[in-house]
């Protein structure tokens, strides 16, 4: 697979999304450059180069930009913090929120505000505040045990993924709607081995989310050998899940 051009500006879309609908981008990273906390294995804008930047945009910028994608723009089911990495890294992220809420409520008020993230940030409480702003709130764990989190997430940052199941399990009750998002990856690199799974549906039922959206990888990446899962592991998945009450829904 090759990867996918890094967004240009600050509005992109709306983009066609198995998960979102029609979902207008908002791109709160540096233009044309990723910036991330992990290196994902799968990761469709290709290998992080930075964990940080001085180059976001400012919250007057994606207000401007935002009010005149929507005067233009047509339907769309959601509007979504994505981008180039991950948006919680912007540093003024619960300023950026909550200016666009206001933005969304005057333009379109009935459209929801999502946020796709790799829950890498959310101890912090800058994060945790905007993350109360939010309508859907999606937030990455691909895996419940440390060694599968750092073969397939490769964090840049020393982070373990016992913290972000605990920060996550904080969040219960604090947010409308908790979801995580799942990558099932197969191949040389999985985390669908039943060892995997059994620690990750652990995770999953201490944080206790809204709902836990399993997907796989769209194409092959050939330079690492990982693959899409076959349907049967996935539904494997979705059952062992299912089992112990976790509210999957699998996105295929
Ligand atoms: S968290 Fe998202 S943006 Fe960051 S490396 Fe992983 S897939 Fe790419």
Known sequence: ?????????????????????????????????????????????????????????????????????????????????????????????????????????????????????????????????????LDLPVLKLDSGDEETFEKINRPLIPLKVSEIIENLSQLKGEIKKLVVQTVAVCGALTNTQDKCVTKWIHALKKIDPYQVQLYTLDNPFDSLNITPCPFSSLERIVALARKEAIPVTLYI
């Open 1 to 133: 697979m090759s990867h996918i051009p890094l967004q240009k500006g600050i509005i992109y879309g709306p983009v066609s999304s198995k998960r979102l609908g029609r979902s207008l981008g908002i791109n709160l990273l540096p233009r044309g450059q990723k910036v991330c906390t992990f290196n994902c294995v799968y990761c469709f804008y290709g290998k992080t180069i930075s964990v940080d930047s001085s180059d976001f945009p400012s919250p007057s910028q994606v207000v401007e930009a935002l009010e005149n994608s929507l005067n233009r723009v047509g339907e769309i089911d959601y509007i979504t913090f994505a981008g180039n990495g991950e948006p919680t890294l912007h540093p003024c992220f619960d300023e950026v929120v909550s200016a666009v809420v206001e933005v969304r409520n005057k333009f379109r008020p009935k459209i929801p505000l999502a946020l796709l993230s790799n829950a890498s940030r959310t101890a912090e409480e800058r994060v945790r505040r905007a993350l109360k702003m």
